[in-house]
């Protein structure tokens, strides 16, 4: 990493890697002006937190996970693998948190628990409007993740008109292999909490919990492609 930023230095913005393993950032100097930052498979959190931090003010794309992790447990266990998952996101967020990233438009997780990640408040959590792009795939947490950003729209909806925020959400890919009642009903009030979606891809491994279409369709009709 320091040849790679000494060489490229302020330059570089677009970083994806497909696997981060224990990473030593003391004394290493890191790229500070990304703009994407992506690595499926993250074993140290807490390296990763400090990556993000160090472009946090131009970073606008975040995508990471435990994508090895999820197809090895998958393998080994299809029930309840999602629990067996470590839990890189509690390091990460020991460094700081998405709220704390300005610029953010885009975020994908994978195949991790996504809780850690959930805002404490409904203020907090007012950065969601600003977000364009979410992907949550085979992620622990994600009814509740859902049931925050539905609030949220919802609050911000209903500001007066000088704080007002509308959501900017224009895609959401969701998937997940174990849909339960709560999840489908916290991801049906997620999309019937705004208007908008031009991309909208679901992925279910039992869809028997699912209704008709139109109930996850919503009010993104028009606007789907």
């Known amino acids: 990493m320091d040849i790679l930023t000494t060489t490229h230095g302020s330059q570089l913005r677009k970083l994806q890697m497909y696997e981060l393993e224990t990473f030593h950032t003391v004394g290493v100097t890191m790229p500070q002006n990304l703009v994407l930052l992506e690595c499926r498979s993250v074993n140290d959190g807490a390296a990763w937190g400090r990556f993000v931090q160090k472009s946090c003010a131009s970073l606008q794309i975040l995508r990471f996970g435990q994508e090895k992790e999820l197809v090895e447990c998958y393998r080994s266990n299809r029930h309840g693998f999602l629990n067996q998952i470590s839990r890189s996101a509690e390091s990460f967020v020991s460094v700081m948190s998405l709220q704390e990233i300005p610029n953010l438009r885009e975020i994908a997780l994978f195949g991790i628990d996504i809780t850690p990640f959930i805002p404490q408040s409904i ?103």
């Open 123 to 225: 203020p907090e959590a007012l950065f969601f409007c600003g977000l364009k792009s979410l992907t949550l795939e085979s992620c622990s947490g994600s009814a509740d993740f859902l049931d925050t950003m539905a609030d949220t729209f919802h609050h911000a909806q209903t500001l007066d008109a000088a704080s007002k925020r509308m959501p900017k959400l224009k895609s959401f890919s969701f998937r997940h292999e174990a849909l339960t009642t709560r999840l489908k009903d916290c991801l049906v009030r997620f999309l019937n909490s705004f208007n908008g979606l031009e991309k909208l891809s679901l992925l279910f491994e039992n869809a028997t919990f699912l209704e008709r279409c139109s109930t996850l369709i919503c009010g993104h009709g028009p606007t789907l492609k």
